[in-house]
């Protein structure tokens, strides 16, 4: 059942680009994902990680979306969780323009945490250094630069593009899951679906 949290992973790096209207202060927030990268990048030449995965018996839509999600996410370059770290990201980019929105990321990067672990996703390990290098980025490079630009602006509303900007979040996440279902039921109908590839 925890990929239907997982599943929140695929659209939540777009939550900057619905929620935030202030050019310079999402240009930082892209930066911020950028130097990200970066270093998961370096850290992915350097020490590469796989995970070994479970081949399941497709009994239903949950089991058949873990199924999808073997067969589009390679096990590879699982060090630091990506995951993870762009979900808390998004929760350290929106914190200083709404606390209450801030909160709620932080519980659903945490919920991601748990269901990269259980879907097999990735281990203990690369969710902790998916946390330390969004909360290393978010302190040490993107905190320092918008704190300038909430200073001038004052009002956050010229910031946040909406303060229902998670209610959209949560609206775009129900359509994707229903749309999600109806592959289900035509996977069921016409079996478009492979079989596992072998690693």
């Not at 009002?155 to 909406?162: A, M, V």
Request: proline share 5%.
């Amino acid at each position: 059942e925890w990929i239907l949290i997982y599943f929140f992973t695929l659209f939540l790096p777009f939550v900057p680009a619905i929620m935030i209207k202030n050019r310079k202060y999402y240009s930082y927030a892209a930066m911020y994902f950028i130097y990200m990268l970066l270093i998961g990048y370096i850290i992915f030449i350097l020490y590469p990680v796989q995970v070994a995965r479970v081949q399941i018996p497709v009994t239903g839509f949950i089991s058949w979306g873990i199924k999808i999600n073997h067969l589009l996410d390679n096990p590879i370059n699982c060090f630091p969780s990506f995951h993870v770290a762009a979900a808390s990201a998004i929760a350290f980019i929106i914190q200083p323009l709404s606390k209450r929105d801030g909160f709620i990321l932080h519980v659903l990067s945490l919920l991601i945490a748990l269901s990269v672990l259980y879907v097999k996703a990735h281990v203990f390990l690369d969710v902790v250094a998916g946390y330390l290098l969004a909360i290393s980025f978010g302190i040490f490079y993107f905190k320092p630069k918008v704190s300038r630009i909430i200073q001038l602006e004052r009002d956050k509303r010229n910031i946040l593009r909406s303060k229902y900007g998670l209610v959209w979040i949560g609206v775009i996440y129900v359509v994707l899951l229903g749309i999600m279902f109806l592959f289900y039921l035509a996977d069921q109908t016409w079996h478009f679906t492979p079989g596992y590839p072998s690693w």
